[in-house]
């Protein structure tokens, strides 16, 4: 929440609230989202280890014991955004993530393995995500919003999508979720800036980086649908994968899930700004918006730490 102070009467300051909320339209009552800094939970798996700030989660040994939670539960229209840091070879399977209703406190034993370890104890709901194939597709639209929550199938590609076209990649737009309307800047991963970083640049304008690769960007969110009921939301780099499961009951407390699984060795929690962006952040959009590439931020006369900001993110 922003507080800004408004001149009532001389000597005298009146401060006034403005809430940040994703959720957009009038019918809307929901309650506003609070600046929050995301956190692992520090309940996790066994072969978890967190960095000091608590959120970057790395897999120190094997393939499973990878299961982390948020360390607080998500508001409606959250994002719980993580970027992949590091992989590592020889696996096979990917990242996971997903929502939970189980308290991280209230269980006895993390579980080996989101699925199905963790989703055959119930109220939880996890996506595997892989290299292809992770958008859903409705094929049963009335059993789809059961109770409980139902996960939606996988859908095959088409020859020709709306999305398959070239995006900007430096861009002011937003990703809109069914009522719910997210900033798109950090939704988008992006690679480390090198030698050809400025070919990677044009490839990732027509979306061509894979769900699973290094600097990938995965988010789970959930947005209301009925009467304590809501739907799960996958986005993967700044693009919606529909509804993973529908009719998630939301009376309880909702927790994030993700599973450093396999090949998955490292991700770390994006913060996400929601409303009024940051002077930090409208800087770097002016700068990233003329330039010929990234490569190109080492010329300017800027700070070094101003320069690792405008390329990383």
């Known amino acids: 929440m922003k507080r800004f102070a408004q001149k009532e009467e001389p000597g005298e300051l009146r401060s006034l609230d403005f809430t940040r909320s ?16 995301l956190e692992f939970h520090p309940i996790h798996g066994t072969n978890v280890r967190l960095d000091y700030s608590g959120t970057q989660a790395t897999r120190v040994e094997s393939f499973a014991n990878g299961v982390c939670f948020s360390k607080h539960p998500l508001n409606p229209g959250e994002i719980f955004l993580i ?17 939970t209703s ?3 406190k209230d269980l006895e034993v993390v579980p080996e393995y989101s699925i199905p370890n963790l989703t055959d104890q119930g109220d ?19 059993g789809a919003a059961q109770d409980g929550g139902q996960r939606l199938g996988r859908e095959e590609p088409e020859e020709v999508q709306e999305n398959s076209k070239p995006k900007s ?14 900033p798109k800047d950090k939704l988008v991963g992006r690679s480390r800036p090198g030698r050809f970083s400025h070919i990677l640049d044009d490839l990732y304008k027509s979306n061509a980086l894979p769900p699973t690769a290094r600097r990938s ?17 996958i986005i993967i780099n700044g693009e919606d994968m529909g509804a993973s499961a529908k009719g998630i009951p939301t009376i309880q407390p909702l927790y994030a899930v993700v ?10 929690i994006v913060q996400v700004e929601y409303g009024f962006s940051s002077l930090q952040t409208l800087c770097r959009k002016a700068i990233q918006k003329n330039i010929v590439h990234r490569m190109a931020i080492d010329w300017l006369q800027l700070p070094d730490a101003l320069k690792h900001y405008c390329k990383y993110e």
């Not at 009038?26 to 609070?34: D, V």
């Not at 292809?132 to 597709?137: E, F, L, R, S």
């Not at 599973?259 to 770390?268: G, H, I, L, N, S």
Request: glycine letters at 8%; one cysteine or more.
């Open 83 to 99: 970027e992949i840091e590091d992989k590592e070879l020889g696996w096979c399977g990917h990242l996971r993530i997903g929502l």
């Open 169 to 182: 990649f430096f861009t002011d737009t937003h990703l809109f979720v069914e009522n719910v309307c997210i």
């Open 22 to 37: 994703p959720i957009r339209g009038p019918t809307t009552s929901m309650e506003p989202l609070s600046d929050k800094f």
């Open 259 to 268: 599973d450093v699984f396999a090949a998955t060795k490292c991700v770390r």
């Open 124 to 142: 939880s709901w996890v996506f595997a995500i892989t290299r292809n194939h992770n958008k859903v597709t409705e094929t049963d639209p009335e």
């Open 102 to 104: 189980q308290n991280p």
């Open 217 to 233: 960007r995965i988010g789970v969110m959930y947005v209301p649908k009925g009467k304590d009921l809501g739907n799960m939301h």
